[in-house]
């Protein structure tokens, strides 16, 4: 379920298709196993999703979470994420996934992107789409 990209400026993409607090237990586990801090989070949930107790168990990972809007009818509108982070962390809200990923890639550090399958999925197709213009530059 995670998967870990090498970022062309250097930074680690880890994708995790987490989208439940138990989901989000694991992926706390393997944080603190990988001595992962300070990382940036890219998230999107849908709102039926119980958002709140999956973010509280890995913000202490995280220094700034970029919120965006999953590609589903059923996104939870990303304020509302954003509102209940308000005195707890950082964040951004960027509706456009290609836009969140491209914030998250300037803050120089590494990348968490989970919360959806609908998220983790476009921003595989974005990187893959980057991969393949690099080749073809060649």
């Not at 700034?64 to 209940?84: E, F, L, Q, Y």
């Not at 982070?85 to 998250?104: F, G, H, N, T, V």
């Amino acid at each position: 379920r995670l998967e870990l990209i090498q970022g062309s400026k250097g930074e680690q993409i880890l994708l995790d298709i987490a989208h439940n607090p138990d989901g989000f237990g694991a992926l706390s586990a393997v944080l603190k196993r990988r001595g992962k801090k300070d990382m940036v989070l890219v998230y999107g949930v849908l709102a039926e999703k119980n958002f709140k107790k999956m973010l509280d168990k890995i913000l202490r990972f995280v220094k700034i979470v970029i919120i965006t809007k999953p590609i589903s009818p059923r996104a939870c509108d990303g304020r509302i994420i954003g509102n209940h982070l308000r005195d707890k962390i950082k964040w951004e809200y960027y509706p456009d996934i290609r836009r969140a990923l491209a914030r998250a890639r300037g803050c120089g550090t590494d990348i968490l992107v989970t919360g959806s399958f609908y998220l983790v999925g476009p921003v595989k197709r974005i990187l893959a789409e980057e991969v393949q213009g690099e080749q073809r530059s060649l």
